[in-house]
């Protein structure tokens, strides 16, 4: 599912984490997974697109692969399509209007977060220029790789622990550790996390991640807290401190 976390200018999310995927790839650890790129590029007089669908590969069951290629292409498409209809119907508004029509800019990027500990973490960023303004969406996939299942935050620790509990306040912590990226107001704002809260991981963080102007103000970046897996190894479950 898609979640339109929105901004209003040209980002790049992924720059800090561009060594991450070359770094672990001599991890013992590691999964049996690949990936490489399908990309997808059109350009018609409504809209202008540049896609990437991440393509894995890997000795796993190959169930379990197809469904984690089928469902993250489908999530791809679907974009494509809805963007498609919104620049359909938006020229032809302005058309009516005689006013001038500028195509839609749409494109994506994806990284490989995490992939070791028969779990693979993968966030993508959705681009999008319209009307002169850019904008952006980010979401990511976690998966058990022995099932092939989604991970809710909550499959990441062991039964029973106050998973909540222990995650606010960390969040809280940081948050008013910065003061700089995170206004006074921001804890004040932080009411807990979600029983769906988006996140990802990375080799050595729980990355919670919030929606614009949830716990800060709508113009920064999406706001993302880092947890370092350290801080958690009472309550995480032992296969996410392997390696």
Request: hydrophobic content about 30%; proline content about 5%.
């Amino acid at each position: 599912m898609l979640c339109p976390f929105k901004s209003h200018y040209t980002f790049c999310p992924f720059q800090e984490y561009s060594t991450y995927y070359v770094k672990n790839r001599n991890v013992s650890n590691r999964n049996a997974l690949t990936v490489s790129t399908k990309n997808i590029s059109s350009e018609n007089s409504k809209i202008h697109e540049s896609l990437q669908i991440p393509v894995f590969q890997g000795q796993i069951n190959p169930r379990v692969l197809q469904h984690i290629n089928d469902n993250i292409k489908s999530d791809i498409l679907e974009f494509k399509s809805q963007m498609e209809t919104a620049a359909n119907e938006y020229s032809k508004n302005l058309i009516k209007q005689g006013k001038p029509f500028t195509p839609f800019e749409i494109s994506n990027t994806y990284l490989v977060t995490y992939n070791k500990n028969d779990i693979l973490s993968i966030s993508i960023i959705y681009q999008q220029y319209i009307g002169g303004r850019n904008s952006y969406i980010r979401t990511t996939y976690n998966y058990d790789l022995s099932s092939g299942e989604s991970m809710p935050l909550r499959s990441l620790f062991k039964q029973g622990v106050d998973y909540k509990g222990t995650l606010n306040k960390l969040i809280t912590e940081k948050i008013n550790e910065n003061k700089q990226l995170y206004p006074s107001i921001s804890s004040k704002q932080f009411k807990g996390i979600a029983e769906d809260q988006p996140y990802y991981l990375d080799n050595n963080n729980l990355v919670i991640f919030f929606r614009f102007n949830e716990i800060a103000p709508a113009a920064s970046e999406i706001p993302v807290i880092r947890i370092p897996l350290s801080e958690l190894s009472n309550i995480l479950k032992p296969q996410l401190l392997r390696g």
